[in-house]
């Protein structure tokens, strides 16, 4: 009844079926959780019924179930995932524990034994994964298959760009430019869009799956399931176990505390990018006046003097001389004064006088005088425009 709605994988016997449709129906019915929400804990119900051996029977599977196997599972799971991924089953678990003793499955409450994980935010360092790892991952997927087509490219972006997995699975065939080299990922979690430089292996991996690897499909995503229905990646875990899968394959071991899904990729990206400009500095803009360079008036960053960013500062950002063929600058009489200088021979205000002084004696425009101490009797200021600069 809910196989097609719930997407139940076809791997488990028709009695573990019936058993997972059951538990999804009660939570959609009773407990009220979304349909998201019970499409990504399928996959963790599926790996908890694997870890028995994936019994032929719910039966046997409710006879295996003891505190003491329960808490052998959790910590075999905690080896092989990450910490955020152990919360997310032990939640799944109690919950599951609970529908079967509701239902009169077994005789005892488990769910009380499951423990609470407080993860607390930042609470440690993330840990990358490390470059030989990940140049093995490159190297070591054969390309012969669609589904190695696939693999392959996802990898590469994930080691090449840093971003996230859902980024990744929200990818566009017109996100691409190909033309211009460039590629263009979507917003996530609030942040900004990347657009990036398409280098070449990556450009070479996508353009390989899709037209030889990737199905006919109507979505516009680049990255699509191998099975019917075709469609995007669903989740976040299905995307994580590929990498984790591709991980088994190799006889690959992860330190401790390594995520064995995207977030290694980015962590590895943040590390390799500590200390370094990813990207070369932009081309210098032209100015409107060549011989002022405004932004020298804007103190430098502070970056160590042997960095590339700051090398490049002081070659192109240092105050320049003017150009030889470039005029003076112009000064106003005001400014001149202010000054203590002669004024400008050049000014506007110098030419006035010198064109008042070769007027007749009787056209000559003489200046008011009168006393400083009253507003109105002092002497009037000349209308001086100040030359722009």
């Not at 566009?172 to 657009?195: Q, S, V």
């Not at 590895?268 to 803009?285: D, E, L, T």
């Not at 063929?325 to 005001?334: A, F």
Request: proline share 10%; net charge positive; aromatic share 6%.
């Amino acid at each position: 009844m809910y196989s097609e709605t719930f997407c139940i994988p076809d791997d488990l016997s028709s009695s573990l079926r019936i058993l997972a449709e059951q538990f999804c129906s009660d939570a959609l019915l009773v407990r009220g959780v979304s349909q998201g929400t019970i499409s990504n804990d399928i996959c963790y119900l599926c790996r908890f019924f694997r870890y028995f051996g994936s019994p032929l029977s719910s039966d046997k599977l409710f006879q295996t179930l003891s505190p003491r196997s329960t808490s052998d599972f959790l910590q075999d799971y905690a080896l092989t995932y990450s910490p955020s991924s152990l919360e997310r089953m032990q939640s799944l678990l109690r919950s599951f524990l609970r529908f079967a003793y509701r239902s009169s499955r077994i005789e005892r409450d488990l769910s009380e034994l499951v423990p609470i994980r407080k993860h607390r935010r930042l609470g440690m360092v993330p840990r990358s994964m490390p470059d030989e790892c990940i140049a093995r991952l490159r190297s070591g997927i054969d390309r012969s298959t669609a589904e190695g087509m696939r693999d392959s490219a996802i990898i590469c972006l994930l080691a090449t760009y840093g971003v996230r997995g859902v980024q990744i699975r929200r990818l566009r065939l017109d996100d691409i430019d190909w033309p211009n080299e460039r590629i263009h990922f979507p917003a996530a979690k609030g942040g900004r869009p990347i657009e990036q430089h398409l280098v070449a292996e990556a450009g070479n991996l996508l353009s390989e799956y899709v037209r030889f690897g990737r199905p006919a499909s109507e979505h516009p995503e680049v990255f699509l399931t191998l099975c019917e229905p075709l469609g995007p990646i669903p989740a976040a875990n299905c995307l994580s176990e590929v990498i984790r899968r591709r991980i088994r394959q190799l006889g690959m071991v992860l330190p401790d505390g390594v995520s064995y899904g995207t977030h290694g990729f980015r962590h590895a990206f943040a590390s390799r990018m500590v200390g370094k400009v990813p990207f070369p500095p932009p081309a210098r803009p032209a100015l409107p006046c060549a011989h002022l360079d405004h932004r020298a008036r804007l103190p430098p960053p502070a970056l160590d003097r042997a960095h590339p960013c700051a090398l490049w500062i002081r070659k192109h950002m240092a105050h320049p001389s003017p150009p030889s063929g470039n005029p003076p600058l112009q000064h106003t009489d005001r400014a001149c004064r202010q000054r203590g200088r002669a004024p400008h021979p050049e000014s506007r205000a110098t030419q006035r006088t010198a064109e008042n002084d070769l007027r007749p004696a009787g056209d000559r425009l003489e200046k008011p005088t009168g006393s400083p101490s009253h507003p109105s009797s002092a002497p009037m200021r000349e209308n001086v425009v100040p030359e722009l600069m």
